[in-house]
């Protein structure tokens, strides 16, 4: 079954570095997103991202975020200068339409922890 | 008014129980309803698309009420591995971003 795919499961980083989080979408899908999870807390998006630009993004998501599809697999989020409040899991999701009545299929996290 | 809002429970009932969950949505506009299955630490996995016809998957039923913007899941004959929290999921209106409930905690005892 084909799969989302996100490295590193797990982060540590010091507050002020920068991070990259990776995700590989599934091979055919078209669009693709960023969510993020704080512990305890809802899944909250953060950007989507369709024809190589963001079609919707959050307040969450501001100048300190970017993201990036550098190849035909990869899919990025930068985050510039992390802060404590960034710690969170970070969800990549893909889907092969937009959100409407389509399956969004969500890659297994990467935990990241500011210190 | 919250966009998603879900009761979070726990609901706590033994195996063969009969459980129901309740989300009621904000935007009126919306188009599509999920609910999502979120096991502890995991990503979210899609349960079923939610339907205006209400529709079915096994022992899961789903039903929508537009007028109301009221969703629910009835999960009937529960079993242990149904023993995870349930998110209510709503696209916004432009299909570009899924907004998430809260979710609700099932535990299913033996």
């Known amino acids: 079954e084909p799969e989302v795919t996100q490295t590193p499961s797990h982060q540590v980083t010091q507050m002020g570095q920068e991070v990259i989080l990776r995700c590989v979408p599934i091979s055919n899908h078209l669009y693709f997103y960023w969510y993020r999870q704080i512990l305890g807390q809802k899944v909250e998006f953060l950007v989507s991202f369709y024809n190589n630009e963001i079609s919707e993004k959050s307040e969450i998501f501001d100048d300190q975020f970017s993201v990036e599809r550098p190849d035909g697999s990869n899919f990025t989020l930068k985050i510039r200068s992390t802060k404590l409040e960034d710690s969170a899991m970070y969800f990549c999701?893909?889907?092969?339409?937009?959100?409407?009545?389509?399956?969004?299929?969500f890659g297994q996290g990467t935990r990241l922890t500011v210190v | 008014r919250k966009e998603v809002e879900q009761d979070p429970g726990p609901f706590n009932v033994p195996e063969g129980a009969t459980v129901a969950f309740n989300c009621t949505y904000s935007n009126s506009a919306s188009q599509s309803f999920f609910w999502y299955r979120q096991d502890c630490r995991k990503e979210p996995k899609l349960l079923m698309s939610v339907y205006s016809s209400g529709n079915e998957d096994g022992r899961f039923t789903a039903q929508l009420n537009r007028a109301s913007q009221y969703i629910s899941l009835l999960i009937r004959d529960s079993k242990l591995s149904d023993s995870a929290t349930y998110l209510c999921?709503?696209?916004?209106?432009?299909?570009?971003?899924?907004?998430f409930g809260k979710g609700t905690t099932l535990s299913v005892s033996s």
């Open positions: 999701a893909s889907s092969s339409r937009d959100g409407s009545n389509t399956e969004a299929f």
């Open positions: 999921v709503v696209a916004n209106q432009a299909g570009t971003a899924l907004i």
